[in-house]
């Protein structure tokens, strides 16, 4: 699995609460209950929405997808197999509905390309520099096609055969969205480096002319 960006954007931990708890919301949740539900969705709101920023397009639509997402689960959530995960059964409802959100614009904007040879280097020592709120404004600038292939395959683990099945389109697009996904964002993250150079000395200078 990629990890260049892994450590940077992973989705900020869980507030501690008992299992105990979190089931008993699920419970609820499985009988209506209003309370319960609002329980669930404020326990993991930080963490599905940060699964949505990655997603979205901007924060409107990133509380779009979160909120159909919730609907989803509580809809769904009575098929919910305890024996499993809870966190990893609400990823994939969240993943998929902001991938449906974008799905038209994922098959328009998909291109094929059935080799890439260009070596893009190793991205994590560049993108562990960045900020969180930084890079996610990077990754915001792809298009949907490119954004939700980059996410999938470098953030969620999916393999290109798995994307191409997810998104309806073939391993060679995926690979050519990933490869231009990659090469944008490494164009943006020179001009960022530029531009905070040039930041950095413009503050030595005011700081130098200060104290002379």
Known sequence: MPIFIVSVIKDKSLPTVNEGV?????????????????????????????ICRRYARDADEASDILNEGFLKIFNHIKTYDAARPFKSWMNKIITNTAIDYYRTSLRFQSQELTEV??????????????????????????????????NLY?????????????????????????HKARKKLQERLKDYAMNKQMSNNEGSEGFSKGIT
């Open 154 to 178: 470098a953030i969620d683990g999916y393999t290109h055969h798995e994307i191409a099945d997810l998104l309806g389109i073939t391993v060679s697009t995926s690979k050519a969205n990933l």
């Open 117 to 150: 040879h260009e070596d893009l280097g190793n991205d994590a020592e560049v993108y562990t520099k960045l900020a969180y709120d930084d890079l996610l404004l990077l990754i915001r600038e792809l298009s949907p096609a490119y954004r939700t292939v980059f």
């Open 22 to 50: 979190v089931e008993k919301y699920i419970a609820g949740c499985q009988k209506h209950h209003k309370e319960s539900q609002y329980a669930l969705y404020k326990h993991f709101y930080s963490h599905a929405m940060g």
